[in-house]
């Protein structure tokens, strides 16, 4: 007897790895979603021991390798943005202001509307008018 609606009643885990496709979604799952111990809990009582290893280093691989490759390639490019603005004070003979926020670091790059672009939008604008 039981609980409807379990693993146990129906005798089918939505998450399983019976073709590919529902193998991604169950490595998705157990990458993403926060309870991957109980894909774990469920797939070893059902399985073998081995399976607790091979959820483990898949949560390993997946979750804490590629979330680190992901925040080293944003950092990698902010750090050569930094350089790049560093290597233009360098170049000139007199000594420039070092970019200490973001906002002054990126400033080259956004562009200021003048103040007919905004007259412009705001005749435009649907709720002003």
């Not at 111990?37 to 483990?56: C, E, G, I, M, N």
Request: charged share 20%.
């Amino acid at each position: 007897s039981s609980q409807c609606g379990t693993f146990e009643q129906l005798e089918y885990c939505p998450n399983n790895f019976d073709d590919f496709a529902a193998a991604l979604v169950t490595l998705w799952d157990v990458m993403v979603v926060n309870n991957w111990q109980v894909f774990l809990d469920a797939f070893s009582r059902y399985t073998t021991p081995w399976s607790k290893l091979y959820f483990v280093a898949w949560w390993l691989t997946s979750s804490v390798i590629w979330i680190n490759l992901f925040v080293a390639l944003i950092l990698e490019n902010f750090i050569h943005k930094w350089d790049r603005s560093q290597l233009r004070c360098l170049s000139e003979s007199e000594p420039c202001d070092y970019h200490l926020t973001v906002q002054l670091m990126f400033r080259e790059d956004l562009e200021e509307p003048t103040e007919e672009e905004l007259m412009d939008r705001l005749h435009h604008h649907p709720k002003i008018g």
